[in-house]
């Protein structure tokens, strides 16, 4: 999922008095841009200051949005990372390319930080302060964000499970919550018959159709197919 394409097409997409200003064939200005918008997303976060709880953003942000922006950073420290003219072209001659350079590594600590303490103690992102009442959508959201970190190499957390791991342990414990016995067959919204919305059936998540890329085993290679066919009776 491209988080931070999503949120930068979205925030030049909404009419604002102070929106974004961008130039989509300048590179400058596009580097500014994502700049200005990762800066703006940061500036809620509170789990790194005193106080404050690592990787969960205050009241009245949920702790799935957290995943989603973190992820959304991930994807801005590789844009910025990539993002360049080729030399002895003009910007409005082609489109931006890739290169490799260091990027911005600004949020690079807080997101590694973030991303492996809501991991949990079995890196799976069920940590204690959330499984009270997180769904598998809530759970989802951050194993995005570690298989964005591990598809576009984010540094290597110091300690504890690789993002890819993270990732794995998620998909191996949703597709053993896939139920077949109801809205002909997928996942459910919650995790927990105690919480309101546990028989609701949600589209099916597709974190197998990437993990089939990593490490092809038969239920990642199967799953997805079933995935496409329990969104079609949505």
């Known amino acids: 999922m491209h988080f931070f394409a999503q949120w930068l097409a979205l925030c030049l997409s909404i009419p604002m008095v102070n929106g ?133 190499g984010f540094p290597a957390p110091e300690t504890g499970p690789s993002w890819l791991s993270m990732a794995q342990a998620v998909f191996n414990e949703q597709a053993a919550r896939w139920d077949t016995s109801t809205c002909g067959g997928g996942l459910r919204w919650q995790i927990f018959t105690w919480n309101n919305g546990v028989r609701l059936c949600p589209r099916a998540q597709c974190l197998s159709l990437q993990l089939t890329h990593h490490h092809s085993t038969p239920t990642r290679t199967s799953l997805p197919q079933e995935v496409f066919l329990n969104c079609q009776h949505d």
């Open 20 to 152: 974004i200003q961008m130039t989509i064939t300048s590179e400058e200005s596009v580097s500014a841009a994502m700049s200005d918008i990762a800066f703006g997303m940061m500036k809620y976060y509170t789990g790194n200051v005193t106080g404050g709880n690592i990787g969960q953003l205050p009241a009245p942000y949920y702790w799935w949005q957290a995943g989603a922006m973190f992820g959304t950073i991930i994807e801005y420290w590789y844009c910025k990372s990539r993002t360049t003219t080729p030399k002895g072209l003009s910007p409005a001659a082609k489109p931006l390319t890739l290169t490799t350079d260091t990027g911005d590594t600004t949020y690079n600590a807080e997101t590694s930080q973030a991303i492996s303490f809501q991991a949990g103690p079995n890196g799976d992102f069920m940590p204690a302060n959330q499984t009270k009442d997180e769904g598998n959508d809530d759970q989802v959201f951050w194993a995005f964000a570690a298989m964005t970190a591990a598809e576009l």
